[in-house]
């Protein structure tokens, strides 16, 4: 099934260092044959938004059919030493953007050792030289290959939208699109698009179930409107209805002012327990990830079937700990909304996890004209999974638990799942915009 162009038929898949080089009616030889009858070949999906940049993560996340994985929310202050860490090949194909919240973490002296700002760098006001210096690492990290701009308004309160549309202009001056968790409801939302139209940056706003909440239908059509009035805006989803972040995020700098029914909806990563007012506050000064749940499966249901949504997992696992999107987003929209409730049409699902994800950023990074597709000359980037078993397992007390129902997964012509097993082979290599020199 390739969503580019509609192809959904029996075809002998021929592939030869690292492509695709054939695709057919009439049988092919091989020295390696995968017997697919039953299941579908599909292009590896792209994971716009995975911040689970490691071994264990990859390991997870292709299992769920991930064959690319890219850090674009927050994504890192230094382009260059990121990309050079993974040079020796990965599980999957990896790429990150430059990000504002690190640029932002890095210029203000921000204590957090995390993700995240733990301080100033998320409350703090930047003066104009140090926006200045923000620019400057921004620039570098384009100049550097980063695949796109990284931003968290909702995560640096201090950051007001003028400093927001600054860096927009660079991301636009840069030909990179702006990934953003935005803040601030219908009005945060509105200014958001209007910043980016004056800055000329493409704007793709990442967990729209998440940052939209209760008020969903209304930030799909302002978004809609937006897209109409020709501005380029994208937006993405994953499919559970409980978010995570770190505890020490300004996300929760209010805390002590909440009422007390809202701390049980909130979960520990680390050891599982629903947190009380008391708790809150002990996690609050050691650290860590927790688990925020309370949106209901409509508005979950809502945003991954929305034609506008890209899915995107949001993903993270350290340590054995963390969300089960990493492990299963693509698995569970594929069983749960595609083949239980029939809500959305298999060619519409893959189009959201392949062809979208690599159109949002091909302009820059050319390489991804090459991936999403099943056609020849693409690069050999494939997910074979069952559409009569596909689905996820993991669970928000378990998130290490593989999706089922994904036999076979190949990224740069090699197998990396196969009979569901996880390979030795490592041939992911670098999602990366081409580097410029001055």
Do not use: C
Request: proline letters at 4%; charged letters at 20%; hydrophobic letters at 40%.
């Amino acid at each position: 099934m390739d969503p580019e162009s509609g192809l959904d038929g029996v075809r002998h898949v021929g592939i030869t260092g690292g492509k695709i080089v054939a695709i057919s009616e009439g049988t092919l030889k091989g020295t390696r044959v995968v017997d697919a009858t039953g299941l579908v070949v599909a292009p590896g999906f792209i994971d716009l938004h995975e911040h689970g940049q490691n071994e264990e993560s990859y390991g997870l996340m292709v299992r769920d059919g991930v064959t690319s994985a890219l850090e674009i929310e927050v994504g890192t202050g230094d382009i260059a030493t990121w990309y050079a860490e993974r040079e020796k090949g990965q599980i999957v194909n990896y790429g990150a953007s430059i990000g504002h919240i690190k640029a932002r973490m890095q210029v203000l002296h921000d204590p957090g050792t995390g993700l995240l700002p733990a301080g100033v760098g998320g409350s703090g006001s930047a003066s104009d030289a140090q926006q200045a210096e923000m620019e400057a690492i921004l620039r570098r990290g384009l100049a550097e290959g980063a695949v796109a701009v990284g931003f968290g308004s909702a995560y640096t309160p201090g950051a007001n939208m003028a400093e927001i549309e600054r860096m927009f202009r660079v991301a636009g001056g840069g030909g990179a699109s702006a990934h953003i968790h935005m803040r601030g409801g219908i009005a945060g939302l509105d200014s958001t698009i209007a910043a980016a139209k004056a800055a000329g940056a493409k704007l793709h706003f990442v967990h729209i179930n998440s940052s939209a909440d209760t008020l969903l239908p209304a930030f799909l059509e302002h978004i809609t409107a937006a897209r109409d009035a020709g501005q380029d805006v994208t937006v993405e989803a994953y499919p559970y209805g409980a978010g995570m972040t770190e505890i020490t995020s300004a996300l929760f700098d209010d805390w002590r002012t909440w009422p007390d029914a809202r701390f049980p909806l909130h979960q520990l990563v680390s050891s599982g327990a629903r947190l009380t007012r008391k708790t809150f506050g002990e996690a609050r000064v050691k650290g860590g990830t927790v688990i925020i749940h309370g949106r209901s499966e409509d508005q979950t249901r809502m945003a991954i079937l929305s034609p506008l949504a890209m899915i995107a997992s949001d993903g993270y696992i350290e340590n054995g700990r963390g969300h089960p999107r990493t492990s299963g987003s693509f698995s569970k929209v594929l069983g749960k909304y595609v083949r239980e409730e029939k809500a959305l049409p298999l060619m519409d699902a893959l189009r959201k996890m392949t062809l979208m994800p690599a159109q949002r950023l091909e302009a820059r990074v050319p390489a991804m004209v090459q991936k999403g597709r099943v056609r020849a000359g693409a690069d050999a980037d494939l997910t074979v999974f069952d559409p009569a078993t596909v689905i996820d397992h993991s669970t928000y007390e378990d998130a290490t638990i593989p999706s089922a129902g994904v036999p076979y997964v190949i990224v740069g012509g090699q197998l990396v799942v196969d009979g569901g097993k996880l390979t030795a082979a490592r041939p992911g290599r670098a999602i990366r915009a081409p580097l410029r020199t001055k």
